[in-house]
Each structure stands twice: as C-alpha cells, then as structure tokens.
C-alpha cells in the first residue's frame, strides 16, 4: 500500500527562524511528489518535484526531492506569521493517484 | 480566473440524516475529484470524474455515498444515511487533464463543506 510519512506532525517557531519538514514515502510507479499549503481548508500548490537534486525555489520557500532515498524537504526561510499553517505533501504513483500525508502543522510566533 | 466552487461552507447534521454537497470546478477542467480530509489527516480521494463518467470510486463507501456529474460541469456528493465518522471537510478539485497531479496538471482545490455528524 502506498504510503507518505510528514515530520515533523507540528512545529513552533518565531519570526525569522528557518524551518525543513519532511516528507518520506512509499509509492509503487513514482511519477511526482507535489506540496501544498493548507490554511484554513483549500490546499494552494506550492511546488511539484520530478527529479531529484533539482531544487525549486519560490521566494523564501525552496523544496528538493532525493529518488533514490524516497524523501523530500520544503525549507523555509526567515519565517513570517503568514507561513503559518499544514503543509501537506502528496506522492502521485500507480494509476496516477495522489496520496497525501497527515501533514505538518506550522505556527509562527510573532 | 474563478476558482472551485462549493456549497455549502457548513452542515451539521444528526447521525442517519442525509446531506448533499455542491462543487463546480474551473470551467473547462474535465477532470474532478471529491476528497475527504477527517481532521489530523491528509486527504483522502472518494471519487474521481472525467468528464461525466467515472475514472475511480475504490475508496467510496458505496453503501452510504454516492456522486453524480450529469453534464461533465458541476457534481453533487451525497451522503445518506450519515454516520458519525462522516465528520470532516469535503474537498472537491479539478484539473484541466486526464490524470491526477502529474505533469502540469496540478490540482485546484475549493475551500471545502465542513461536516459535523452529531
């Protein structure tokens, strides 16, 4: 069975502090692993990762995937309150399916 | 562009009531999908359309939930009758493509129905 693992389950840290979370997974045919943010309900995209060592960057959030050990990091960089909020990664495998994770829950404290 | 619709935004509801939910997706996205997000997991896919016919109901619980999209726009997700472990936030997406979060097609989520099975 397809499996994603996120760690850490949730995270506290002030403005300015750098966090990684975590994502490892097993997925049978891997074709991508995407990450999302989640405030409030809606999931907005973030970055989807194909290859591994490529990094993508997006403003203060960057993201790299290691195929060969079945995991991905999402950095972020000198935090804001806005950051806060469930980071969820998902891996699309067989058939196309997505599998997502439990999440990360993140606080920023101002 | 607009986004995914859903409607509504909450239901609280009795166990053995029945409740419907709305979703219409961006236009011309042919491909949507019903998730079921219980609070402290991730989402997990109920139902997958393309166009107005059924690419994948495995994780449906047949007996008690059932989704339709006639005209290959709009879906209602029905439940009946609830159960107390039906209690989460419904999430409908779309994409444009016929697959499932792969290349360029990434997914377009609603902000959800949530559901309290009392």
């Known amino acids: 069975e397809d499996k994603v693992v996120q760690s850490p389950l949730s995270l506290v840290v002030h403005e300015g502090d750098t966090v990684t979370l975590n994502c490892s997974y097993e997925?049978?045919?891997?074709?991508?692993l995407l990450w999302y943010k989640q405030e409030k309900k809606a999931p907005t995209f973030l970055f989807m990762l194909?290859?591994?060592?490529i990094e993508k960057k997006s403003g203060r959030l960057s993201s790299i995937l290691d195929k060969k050990e079945l995991f991905s990091i999402l950095n972020i960089t000198a935090t804001q309150t806005g950051d806060s909020a469930v980071y969820l990664c998902a891996v699309e495998g067989y058939g196309n399916k997505l599998v997502f994770g439990a999440g990360t829950i993140l606080r920023v404290k101002s | 562009e607009a986004g995914v619709a859903q409607s509504p935004r909450y239901k609280i509801i009795e166990k053995r009531q029945s409740v419907a939910f709305w979703c219409n997706p961006i236009?011309?996205?042919?491909?949507l999908y019903w998730y079921q997000q219980i609070l402290g997991q991730g989402p997990k896919l109920l139902i997958q359309?393309?166009?107005?016919?059924?690419?994948?109901d495995s994780q449906l619980p047949k007996d008690r939930f059932s989704a339709e999209r006639l005209k290959g726009v709009d879906s209602t997700l029905k439940i009946q009758p609830a159960k107390l472990e039906d209690s989460a936030v419904y999430l409908c997406?779309?994409?444009?493509?016929?697959?499932?979060?792969?290349?360029?097609?990434?997914?377009?989520f609603g902000s959800g129905t949530q559901l309290s099975v009392l």
């Open positions: 997925v049978t045919n891997f074709r991508s």
């Open positions: 997406a779309s994409t444009l493509g016929r697959g499932q979060g792969g290349t360029n097609e990434k997914l377009f």
């Open positions: 236009s011309g996205h042919a491909t």
């Open positions: 359309f393309q166009n107005n016919g059924v690419v994948d």
């Open positions: 194909t290859s591994s060592g």
